[in-house]
């Protein structure tokens, strides 16, 4: 079935360097939402893209929507650790408009 | 403004047990949906609602049933608890494909 593949699983950074993680749908999508989820905590919307091609940040956070609306990325700047929980991604499909969910990837700041 | 509430926010069971939870949310939002999480996993959708009085299975919807008869509430029932439904649920609430809203989830043990 369609599925939106979240990588990676797990990032350890050092506080202050950078985080990354993708999303991949395997069919286009009307629009992608960011989630983040701290420890203990249940998700909570970051923000929504819909345009092909849109960027948007959120001061050290910035978010990307591919070209052909099945990719999209989200980039934290120098991490802190208040940035410390789960990122997932949320796909929703053009054809009947459900929510696809990423597995979501763990941001572990390294002590 | 309470936005999504969810009841209990921990709950023991023993196998064959049944149990209610309840969501009940204020934005008057007409879709609601459960999710499940599991450690090491994304959510997974069990049941949602477009609507009062209408309902509709997700990807894992076995063993639950869920009734929206108020606009506000959401219930999602097991009625014979098994350890494999030992998990973190999670009620949700959106204006049709906007973004979710989460309640603060329910901790279920079936021992």
């Known amino acids: 079935g369609q599925q939106v593949m979240q990588i990676p699983q797990y990032q350890h950074v050092q506080e202050g360097e950078d985080f990354t993680t993708y999303c991949n749908s395997s069919?286009?999508?009307?629009?992608i939402q960011w989630y983040k989820q701290r420890p203990g905590g249940h998700p909570v919307f970051l923000i929504q893209?819909?345009?092909s091609g849109e960027v948007k940040k959120q001061k050290r956070l910035t978010f990307q929507f591919g070209e052909a609306k099945k990719n999209s990325s989200l980039h934290i700047t120098a991490t802190q650790t208040t940035d410390v929980g789960t990122y997932f991604c949320?796909?929703?499909?053009?054809?009947?408009?459900?929510?696809?969910w990423g597995a979501g990837t763990k941001l572990i700041i390294k002590p | 403004n309470a936005g999504v509430t969810q009841t209990p926010k921990f709950r023991v069971l023993k196998t064959g047990q049944s149990m209610t939870l309840l969501c009940a949310q204020d934005m008057n939002h007409e879709y609601m949906y459960w999710y499940r999480q599991d450690p090491g996993m994304g959510l997974r959708l069990i049941h949602y609602s477009v609507g009062e009085g209408t309902t509709a299975k997700g990807e894992v919807p076995d063993g639950y049933n869920v009734s929206r008869l108020k606009k506000q509430n959401f219930l999602l029932g097991l009625e014979s608890a098994a350890p494999s439904q030992t998990s973190v649920y999670f009620c949700?609430?959106?204006?049709?494909?906007?973004?979710?809203?989460f309640g603060n989830g329910t901790r279920l043990t079936v021992t």
């Open positions: 069919t286009t999508l009307s629009n």
């Open positions: 893209l819909v345009k």
């Open positions: 949700a609430s959106s204006l049709t494909t906007s973004p979710l809203h």
């Open positions: 949320a796909g929703r499909r053009e054809s009947n408009y459900q929510l696809i």
